[in-house]
């Protein structure tokens, strides 16, 4: 009898039927992308770029929505224009954080106030903002799984650069690199990472699945590297412990996920502390 | 032979002159040191002959695949980036432990592998910038005021430190320092700059030469020979001459 439960519960698994099982992998997904994302968004101080880029999002909701496209594809593209844009603008040495400031505030009252043209009252506004997780069909999966190995890779093929550009960028181009190009991959990964974790945490808090887990990691890490990976596996506790934690007292999804990596956060300082470094 | 020339190199940036028609050349085995006030732009000429920017007007030659280990004048290791000393060294090429041991050997500075690089005291941080910059087993060495924050005794210790490393990888040495109280003593040339060149030559010469005088004020009369000792003389005890005049 156990027996056949387990092989249902298993072959529910390989199916991805369980919604609950298609959350969790979604948002472990989009975890592992954000661990090493994340750490570079820490180390070069730009937790206000991933909320320019997230807030861009919804802007590109309301666009895909008025030219009936699907909804990543109008995330995606305005999440990598506003990269593109900041990239630029901060490249000249405007001020960055009053430029993050502007972009992110008025890409998303923008992207509020279009949405509401485009779609009167119809369209759920909470599952952009606040994501809508146990939502996720197969080829969501399918999408979110892909968009984050690319992310990965892009970064990993790139790792070292990116690390020395992040350090010193005179160091960076003494050693024949190329310190915008390697910002510039940096924001690519960002953008796409950001727009398809719109449908797990939603724009409010996306920043907070990239930057609290790897702020977690640092408290106990001794390189780069383990920094990052500890940053994926704090990620994707917090979506498990979220998605539990959601589930049983009937919590919303998102904000619950980023409950858990706060609470996983100050244990991270506890446990960093009885260790040097 | 020349492995570095600028040839009436000018900069602008925002358009202000920080540099009008500079020429020098740097030689095989030399050692240039270049001087001058804040603002001089010495920091900006260094990175033009390093290739970092581009000069306004003139030109930089470098030599053909000239191998280039680059000192930089400050790195703020931010606390955010958890960063041991032997992965320091690897970014961004890999590099064998081995490697790593041996240059750390070469300053002085073996054991220092595994510690955190933002824990590391001022006089060792410097010396880990100098392992990283021979790793490349570099023709020439620059350095941007690498001894900037370090004390009297440290600065001493990081010149003859300096001196060792440099005869033994025999590579040419390109430095900058504000600090006229300090030029290594075996500089063959000092190259006193204000937005141009104002004087050049030994650091005897310089020292005594009008136009630095005039930029530096009669009171730092003979500070440059402070560590410019005669070559036949005893190294091994004496690295902290007394300021003849203060």
Redesign the interface.
């Known amino acids: 009898m156990t027996m056949i439960t387990a092989m249902i519960t298993f072959t529910n698994m390989i199916m991805l039927d369980d919604f609950l099982v298609r959350a969790i992998l979604a948002g472990v997904g989009v975890a592992i992308a954000a661990g090493p994302l994340g750490s570079l968004v ?2 070069r ?1 730009m937790a206000y770029f991933g909320d320019a880029t997230a807030h861009a999002s919804i802007l590109g909701v309301a666009l895909a929505l008025a030219f009936d496209l699907p909804v990543v594809w109008g995330t995606l593209a305005v999440a990598l224009l506003m990269a593109i844009t900041v990239t630029t603008l901060t490249h000249r040495g405007q001020a960055m954080d009053t430029t993050l400031g502007v972009l992110a505030h008025s890409a998303l009252a923008l992207g509020l106030v279009a949405i509401s043209y485009v779609h009167g009252t119809r369209v759920d506004l909470n599952a952009y903002l606040f994501g809508d997780i146990l939502a996720v069909s197969r080829s969501d999966l399918l999408l979110i799984w892909g968009v984050s190995a690319v992310a990965v890779l892009l970064i990993l093929s790139r790792w ?2 990116l ?2 550009a ?3 960028p ?6 024949g ?1 190329n310190p915008l190009r390697e910002r510039l991959s940096m924001t690519l990964a960002l953008a796409l990472v950001v727009a398809v974790a719109l449908k797990i945490v939603g724009a409010l808090l996306i920043a907070a699945l990239l930057i609290i887990p790897a702020a977690a990691a ?1 408290s106990v ?7 990052a990976l500890f940053a994926s596996l704090i990620g994707g506790l917090s979506v498990i412990g979220g998605l539990f934690l959601s589930l049983r007292q009937d919590t919303p999804a998102g904000p619950s996920i980023v409950v858990v990596a706060a609470g996983l956060f100050i244990v991270s300082l506890v446990v960093g502390r009885r260790q040097p ?1 | 032979m020349n492995i570095l020339t600028a040839e009436h190199v000018s900069v602008n940036l925002d358009g202000q002159t920080i540099l009008s028609d500079i020429s020098l050349a740097v030689h095989s085995g030399e050692i240039v040191t270049i001087v001058g006030p804040n603002g001089s732009g010495k920091t900006t000429l260094l990175r033009t002959l390093l290739g970092l920017m581009s000069p306004s007007s003139g030109k930089v030659t470098r030599k053909d695949g000239l191998r280039v280990g680059y000192v930089p004048q400050r790195l703020a290791i931010d606390r955010s980036m958890p960063l041991t000393v032997e992965r320091f060294m690897s970014l961004p090429t890999r590099q064998t432990p081995t490697r790593i041991k041996d240059m750390l050997i070469r300053v002085e500075a073996d054991g220092l592998q595994k510690r955190q690089l933002r824990d590391l005291s001022g006089g060792q941080f410097q010396r880990v910038l100098l392992a990283r910059a021979l790793l490349v087993d570099p023709e020439l060495l620059v350095l941007d005021e690498p001894t900037q924050g370090l004390d009297q005794l440290g600065e001493a210790a990081f010149y003859t430190l300096l001196e060792h490393v440099r005869a033994d990888a025999h590579c040419s040495v390109l430095m900058v320092s504000h600090d006229l109280h300090v030029v290594m003593s075996t500089t063959d040339r000092v190259i006193c700059l204000n937005g141009h060149i104002c004087c050049q030559g030994t650091p005897s010469v310089v020292s005594k030469a009008p136009e630095y005088r005039a930029l530096f004020g009669l009171g730092t009369h003979g500070a440059l020979a402070l560590y410019r000792h005669d070559h036949d003389h005893d190294h091994s005890h004496d690295h902290l001459h007394e300021h003849d005049h203060a």
């Open positions: 820490v180390w101080r070292g650069a690390l020395t992040t350090l010193n005179d160091l960076a181009q003494a050693a690199l640092r890490s001794r390189t780069p590297e383990q920094m470094g």
